[in-house]
């Protein structure tokens, strides 16, 4: 018996949706502060656009495997050795592109096939074996981080074809005529993509609304579309200002982007957070729920090569310590964002936001010229706090 | 006689919500009081509010113990009183032995260093006093659920105990161990020990009981003497429910038609000690339009069977045919066996049955997602479409289907379960303990809805432990015992006596095999 069931009194609509809203924005509006925060103190130098598009470029690599890192959290699983995969990978490339001479296309491709194999093998033993998630990965982090040493022999291997690099270094090619130092077309991506946003959601609302389903309150939605489409278009504006859009910066808004959508709106997404809440119930529904574990870690694995390769690219060269601790950015990227260590909740918006916040922080605090050992303790002390506010927030 | 305890005029509210109004309860020493009501009623938080969880401040009135007014600030000062409360949740620690979770807070230590023998010497005392016949050292984990019941109270004895609190102790046990167990609360009566007993089940609160309280909407409205007049169950469920609930099951007219789900020589053995075979060949079968019981003690293999036929989900080793409508299959996954047709609504909900944390729209459809997802990409308004519908017709009551399931009543939890399987639109619906920790008034909808199953032309079959609930609902009752059908009657024809009997007897052959063989041989 349940004392739960009475019913909770009627609270003023209004007031009801901007409740709900604040804890779903909660750790955007952190984001907001923490970057209001840093600005001020920063003198104005975090929002410059060369510091924007190096904050983008920094930690690109954090957020794609944190789309992957997501999936594997929400299924109630961890996955320890993404930061060893990543260099491990990057390590092969390497030895591909530089020492082989093998067509980048073809490394690039064969790169991710490894991640996903390695994924495979990891994901094999903790879907199908039952082998904890923790003690798996925690295998694989050693494993390759040695191999990683091995194929480069302890030494750094590079340069990587100019081509490659671009994936890390480049920018999108400029079509229209350079209007000063803006490059109009990014500005005209960004300003698409603002519209874009705004008339989706615009759609879907009154498209809910015929339904006769209950909307939120019109101001806050115009409110709401006027604040998002603002700051896609402020954003575009200072990267545009300074060497238009990064390509990364293309991969990971449409990584986003689908990983958000399969997330929220397919059969297998809503499967991998059923497997995640409830994974006996879920397997009683019909859900092969090995298999989608395996499948998260297959996932996982690809991206972490994907993120591998950008780093690689990035540094244009392998070094045996690459990825050294990415791991532990992209799980408490993951947790600040929302996810829950027991599985089954999780957003991939709010994986997203907490790695800018870690992100914003590492470069924040450089910039203050704190040192690299003060940051950690503020990063650590973030990660506690975040996941309290959290806690705190379920409980009530 | 004075009360040993008394709550004067409580009243408890939440957020606007009143869950009691004006109660007053007492209990004397040496008495078992029953308290009764539907879920949601209040009994609950007067038992939180009783034991301190809900701390004095939060709620209006006085509570009275042995003469003097209490106020609780948490339920370590109740306890120290000896008021304990077991809980419905057995909280069991399920990898610790018998003696370590009697003795968790308290061991009896010298300076520090737990005494093993006197843990061992006291706990043995306790077991005995419980009637528990097992070793100390015996983890919980293989004990049966009746048996954790028994170490829980055991556990209570260990503290200084004056009132014993039980919040629906025998909901998970089978008629034996709920026997022994209303058989103990007796010998507690007879130390003085006064206790407060929530049930559903109004067979052994009649037993029991020497008073009973009836709560409703957070009200007392009815309270009962049981030395004075005798004990109506009607009467106790008109006050409950507020309605006459001269008929506790619906009427039905079967209309049963062609056999839709047939079972033949069905074996499975266990999947940790593959050499046990714990579903012995049995031939089982249901027709359309047709709800048919299997009876039987707990642990006789009826869910292991039902699992099993159940995409294999429960056992190795599995042979026999299975047929629905006449064609033969195999149903190597769950997948498979809701694709065919079939579909089994757990006896455990909350474990196997929901995603807690998930609202009822995701509950509901998540067993079909197909039906709401062309091109495997879901459509969120056919499914906000289908899951109220769901929710209207089962009339589940949430605030909106993006409720979370773990808010709502064990009643509502079980529609939503049901809605789930129904989406399927299956042939045959296993359904085992539907009304498990459910209400009076919520069980009589769930026999409803199995009603309006079988009209519709599918198969049902329900598994139940409760004897009553079989002989009102089903057409045909198939007795399983130790993992063979020992029995089958038609619904006119049973009765408890008659299924207990095949129970019986088919337990004491067991015990002789040589006799049973030698008697099976005769012509």
């Known amino acids: 018996m349940t004392d739960k069931t009475v019913s909770l009194p009627e609270e003023g609509r209004h007031g009801g949706?901007?409740?709900?809203?604040?804890?779903?924005?909660?750790?955007?509006?952190?984001?907001?502060?923490?970057?209001?925060?840093?600005?001020?103190?920063?003198?104005?130098?975090?929002?410059?656009?060369?510091?924007?598009?190096?904050?983008?470029?920094?930690?690109?690599?954090?957020?794609?495997?944190?789309?992957?890192?997501?999936?594997?959290?929400?299924?109630?699983?961890?996955?320890?050795?993404?930061?060893?995969?990543?260099?491990?990978?990057?390590?092969?490339?390497?030895?591909?592109?530089?020492?082989?001479?093998?067509?980048?296309?073809?490394?690039?491709?064969?790169?991710?096939?490894?991640?996903?194999?390695?994924?495979?093998?990891?994901?094999?033993?903790?879907?199908?074996?039952?082998?904890?998630?923790?003690?798996?990965?925690?295998?694989?982090?050693?494993?390759?981080?040695?191999?990683?040493?091995?194929?480069?022999?302890?030494?750094?291997?590079?340069?990587?074809?100019?081509?490659?690099?671009?994936?890390?270094?480049?920018?999108?090619?400029?079509?229209?005529?350079?209007?000063?130092?803006?490059?109009?077309?990014?500005?005209?991506?960004?300003?698409?993509?603002?519209?874009?946003?705004?008339?989706?959601?615009?759609?879907?609302?009154?498209?809910?609304?015929?339904?006769?389903?209950?909307v939120e309150p019109y101001a806050f939605f115009l409110g709401k579309s006027i604040l998002l489409a603002c700051a896609v278009l402020?954003?575009?504006?200072?990267?545009?200002?300074?060497?238009?859009?990064?390509?990364?910066?293309?991969?990971?808004?449409?990584?986003?982007?689908?990983?958000?959508?399969?997330?929220?709106?397919?059969?297998?997404?809503?499967?991998?957070?059923?497997?995640?809440?409830?994974?006996?119930?879920?397997?009683?529904?019909?859900?092969?729920?090995?298999?989608?574990?395996?499948?998260?870690?297959?996932?996982?694995?690809?991206?972490?090569?994907?993120?591998?390769?950008?780093?690689?690219?990035?540094?244009?060269?392998?070094?045996?310590?690459?990825?050294?601790?990415?791991?532990?950015?992209?799980?408490?990227?993951?947790?600040?964002?929302?996810?829950?260590?027991?599985?089954?909740?999780?957003?991939?918006?709010?994986?997203?936001?907490?790695?800018?916040?870690?992100?914003?922080?590492?470069?924040?605090?450089?910039?203050?010229?704190?040192?690299?050992?003060?940051?950690q303790v503020i990063k650590g002390l973030v990660l506690l706090g975040a996941v309290c506010i959290d806690v705190y927030n379920q409980r009530r | 006689m004075t009360a040993m305890l008394e709550m004067r005029n409580v009243s408890k509210s939440?957020?606007?919500?009143?869950?009691?109004?004006?109660?007053?309860?007492?209990?004397?020493?040496?008495?078992?009081?029953?308290?009764?009501?539907?879920?949601?009623?209040?009994?609950?938080?007067?038992?939180?509010?009783?034991?301190?969880?809900?701390?004095?401040?939060?709620?209006?009135?006085?509570?009275?113990?042995?003469?003097?007014?209490?106020?609780?600030?948490?339920?370590?000062?109740?306890?120290?009183?000896?008021?304990?409360?077991?809980?419905?949740?057995?909280?069991?620690?399920?990898?610790?032995?018998?003696?370590?979770?009697?003795?968790?807070?308290?061991?009896?230590?010298?300076?520090?260093?737990?005494?093993?023998?006197?843990?061992?010497?006291?706990?043995?005392?306790?077991?005995?006093?419980?009637?528990?016949?097992?070793?100390?050292?015996?983890?919980?984990?293989?004990?049966?659920?009746?048996?954790?019941?028994?170490?829980?109270?055991?556990?209570?004895?260990?503290?200084?105990?004056?009132?014993?609190?039980?919040?629906?102790?025998?909901?998970?046990?089978?008629?034996?161990?709920?026997?022994?167990?209303?058989?103990?609360?007796?010998?507690?009566?007879?130390?003085?020990i006064g206790s407060i007993l929530i049930s559903h089940k109004l067979n052994e609160v009649a037993k029991v009981a020497d008073h009973i309280t009836v709560l409703r909407d957070g009200r007392t409205v009815d309270s009962i003497d049981c030395h004075a007049e005798p004990i109506q169950e009607d009467r106790i469920i008109r006050s409950m429910v507020n309605r006459d609930m001269a008929h506790r099951f619906p009427e039905r007219s079967a209309k049963i038609g062609e056999p839709v789900m047939t079972v033949e020589n069905w074996s499975v053995y266990h999947p940790i000690h593959p050499e046990r075979q714990v579903i012995k060949n049995v031939n089982f079968g249901v027709k359309r339009g047709e709800v048919v019981g299997i009876a039987g003690l707990m642990g006789a293999g009826r869910t292991e069977f039902a699992m099993s036929l159940f995409g294999r989900s429960w056992g190795t080793n599995i042979s026999g045919h299975l047929r629905l409508e006449g064609r033969e299959i195999a149903l190597p996954s769950v997948a498979a066996a809701i694709d065919a047709g079939l579909a089994y609504v757990t006896e455990d909900r909350k474990q196997l049955g929901l995603i807690l944390a998930d609202d009822v729209r995701k509950n509901i459809t998540l067993a079909s997602l197909d039906q709401v997802a062309p091109g495997k990409v879901i459509d969120d308004i056919a499914e906000l479409k289908i899951a109220s519908d769901y929710r209207n017709r089962m009339r589940i009551r949430c605030s909106d289907v993006y409720q979370e399931t773990g808010q709502l009543s064990g009643g509502n939890q079980q529609k939503v379960v049901l809605s789930k399987w129904l989406m399927t639109d299956p042939k045959v619906l296993i359904l085992d303990e539907p009304t498990r920790g459910i209400d009076v008034g919520a069980k009589y909808e769930i026999y409803c809805i199995i009603n309006e199953l079988a009209e519709a032309g599918r198969g049902v079959v329900v598994i139940s432990s409760e004897m009553p609930e079989l002989l009102g609902i089903c057409d045909r009752i198939c007795v399983m015992n130790d993992g063979a059908f020992v029995g089958e009657f038609n619904g006119a024809d049973a009765t408890q006596e008659k299924i207990m009997r095949a129970i019986m007897r088919n337990e004491r052959s067991n015990s002789v095999p040589e006799a049973a063989e030698m008697g099976g041989s005769q012509p």
């Open chain 1, 234 to 375: 402020y954003f575009t504006y200072l990267i545009a200002s300074h060497r238009g859009l990064p390509n990364v910066l293309v991969i990971m808004t449409a990584l986003i982007a689908l990983y958000g959508f399969v997330t929220r709106r397919t059969v297998i997404g809503r499967q991998i957070y059923a497997v995640g809440g409830n994974a006996k119930a879920a397997s009683l529904s019909g859900i092969k729920t090995e298999w989608l574990t395996f499948l998260t870690f297959v996932n996982m694995g690809v991206l972490a090569a994907l993120a591998g390769l950008v780093f690689a690219a990035r540094l244009n060269t392998a070094t045996p310590k690459a990825g050294l601790g990415f791991e532990l950015d992209v799980i408490a990227a993951c947790f600040i964002g929302g996810a829950s260590a027991y599985g089954g909740v999780g957003r991939v918006g709010g994986a997203v936001v907490g790695a800018m916040i870690m992100g914003v922080m590492n470069n924040g605090m450089s910039i203050l010229g704190i040192g690299i050992d003060y940051q």
């Open chain 2, 14 to 192: 939440f957020a606007g919500v009143q869950a009691l109004r004006d109660v007053n309860f007492s209990v004397h020493a040496g008495q078992i009081h029953a308290l009764v009501g539907e879920n949601g009623a209040g009994k609950s938080t007067l038992m939180k509010v009783l034991s301190g969880v809900y701390p004095a401040g939060s709620y209006e009135g006085t509570i009275v113990f042995e003469g003097e007014e209490r106020r609780f600030r948490d339920i370590n000062d109740s306890e120290a009183l000896g008021i304990i409360i077991i809980h419905q949740e057995l909280a069991l620690i399920p990898l610790m032995s018998i003696a370590e979770n009697i003795f968790l807070s308290h061991p009896p230590s010298k300076f520090g260093v737990i005494d093993r023998d006197e843990v061992y010497r006291r706990t043995r005392e306790l077991l005995a006093q419980v009637g528990l016949k097992e070793s100390p050292d015996t983890l919980i984990t293989d004990l049966g659920v009746g048996k954790q019941q028994l170490v829980e109270i055991a556990k209570a004895l260990s503290k200084r105990v004056r009132m014993l609190i039980l919040d629906e102790p025998t909901a998970s046990l089978n008629e034996a161990d709920s026997a022994a167990l209303l058989e103990r609360l007796m010998a507690f009566r007879e130390q003085g």
């Open chain 1, 17 to 214: 949706f901007i409740k709900n809203n604040l804890r779903n924005y909660g750790m955007l509006m952190s984001l907001i502060a923490i970057m209001l925060f840093f600005q001020v103190m920063t003198g104005g130098t975090l929002l410059q656009p060369l510091n924007l598009t190096n904050l983008v470029l920094q930690n690109s690599y954090i957020v794609i495997m944190a789309l992957g890192m997501l999936l594997v959290i929400v299924t109630g699983h961890i996955d320890l050795s993404v930061g060893s995969v990543a260099g491990f990978i990057g390590a092969v490339a390497a030895l591909l592109m530089v020492t082989y001479k093998v067509d980048y296309t073809l490394a690039f491709i064969a790169c991710l096939a490894l991640g996903a194999a390695i994924g495979a093998a990891q994901g094999y033993w903790v879907a199908y074996f039952k082998i904890p998630s923790f003690i798996v990965t925690l295998a694989g982090m050693l494993v390759f981080k040695g191999l990683a040493l091995a194929v480069l022999q302890g030494q750094s291997l590079g340069p990587f074809p100019a081509t490659f690099q671009k994936l890390s270094s480049g920018f999108i090619p400029e079509m229209l005529p350079e209007a000063g130092t803006l490059h109009p077309t990014s500005m005209l991506i960004g300003a698409v993509l603002a519209l874009g946003l705004v008339y989706a959601s615009a759609k879907g609302r009154s498209r809910e609304q015929s339904h006769g389903i209950e």
